[in-house]
């Protein structure tokens, strides 16, 4: 026998094909369709305070369930898991992720199938456990507030100082990011953090040439 034959025995040998039941498979499909479902919801609680996307949503469900279902065959022959292995190596996913949120409830859903898929249920369990109270602490631990953007215009050219005098009396620290100016408007974007924006805007809207003032705030991201 030459050390081609005995290579090729032990590897067939060390990847024997694993028999799959019936009831292997259903057991595996339902408590991943059952994790599915939850993710599901889970999505749509957690995203619904930014823009949610239910065709996203249904197929984070349908990866679960596919994986799961792929992982089970995988595992009745090494030679169907090889040549999904370089049949799935092709597929590419090309819609862009915009949130990362999306991309790692696409990584639980992804694992969920492959956990389930392998038989290890109690792990895909305590992994969603594990996820959902970690997302709702960071979720609700203080951070930052995100800082609010004044937008003043004046038909003054020297109303700057006074509006500078005025937004010290309701905000610490505050930045001046646009600074436009024609030959008799002046158009002025401050960022500040305040928790009196009604009354600063008014005592703005006092300063004399000051014909228009805005305050926006913001959900974005926050520099420290």
């Not at 279902?69 to 915009?98: E, H, N």
């Not at 639980?108 to 109270?133: M, Y």
């Not at 600074?179 to 928790?195: C, G, Y």
Request: glycine share 4%.
């Amino acid at each position: 026998m030459s050390f081609k034959d005995i290579f090729k025995k032990s590897f067939l040998e060390g990847f024997a094909s694993t028999e799959i039941t019936t009831k292997t498979v259903l057991v595996a499909l339902a408590i991943a369709c059952a994790l599915a479902l939850y993710i599901f919801f889970a999505y749509r609680v957690i995203t619904r305070k930014t823009f949610y996307s239910k065709n996203f949503n249904i197929s984070l469900a349908g990866v679960t369930v596919i994986t799961a279902a792929l992982i089970l065959t995988m595992q009745s022959s090494v030679v169907i898991s090889l040549g999904m292995v370089g049949a799935l190596s092709i597929v590419r996913f090309r819609t862009a992720i915009k949130d990362p949120m999306d991309l790692m409830f696409l990584f639980w859903s992804i694992s969920v199938g492959i956990i389930c898929g392998a038989g290890l249920a109690e792990v895909a369990v305590i992994l969603s456990v594990i996820i959902t109270l970690g997302i709702l602490i960071l979720d609700h631990m203080p951070v930052a507030k995100a800082p609010m953007i004044l937008v003043v215009n004046a038909s003054n050219l020297d109303a700057e100082e006074a509006v500078s005098q005025v937004v010290k009396k309701y905000a610490k620290h505050f930045n001046v990011k646009s600074r436009n100016m024609t030959s008799s408007t002046l158009d002025l974007i401050l960022e500040l953090r305040t928790a009196q924006g009604s009354a600063l805007v008014k005592e703005v809207m006092a300063v004399s040439g000051v014909t228009s003032a805005s305050l926006l705030a913001h959900d974005g991201e926050v520099t420290f």
